[in-house]
């Protein structure tokens, strides 16, 4: 299974509409919103989406995005 950084979980935390494909898409759109100056932002959804990409959706469906705190 795909390893996501805290920082990865928290921003597919943010933008997760329920299914790998959505939140794919909507990290596509966060990033053509991006200003120069967010390269941090702008580097981490390309990291997210790169291991999106490689996997699937059993995969995604078996992540713990919302943890019991």
């Known amino acids: 299974m ?3 950084t805290k ?3 928290i921003c597919m935390m943010l933008y997760n509409p329920g299914t790998r494909e959505g939140l ?7 990033r053509s919103q991006l200003t120069p100056s967010e390269r941090r932002l702008g580097r981490l959804s ?3 989406l790169t291991k999106l990409a490689g996997m699937t959706d059993e995969e995604f469906d078996s992540l713990e995005l919302y943890p019991d705190i």
């Open 24 to 30: 794919m898409a909507e990290l596509e759109a966060m």
């Open 2 to 4: 795909t390893d996501f």
């Open 7 to 9: 920082d990865e979980m």
């Open 46 to 48: 390309k990291s997210i």
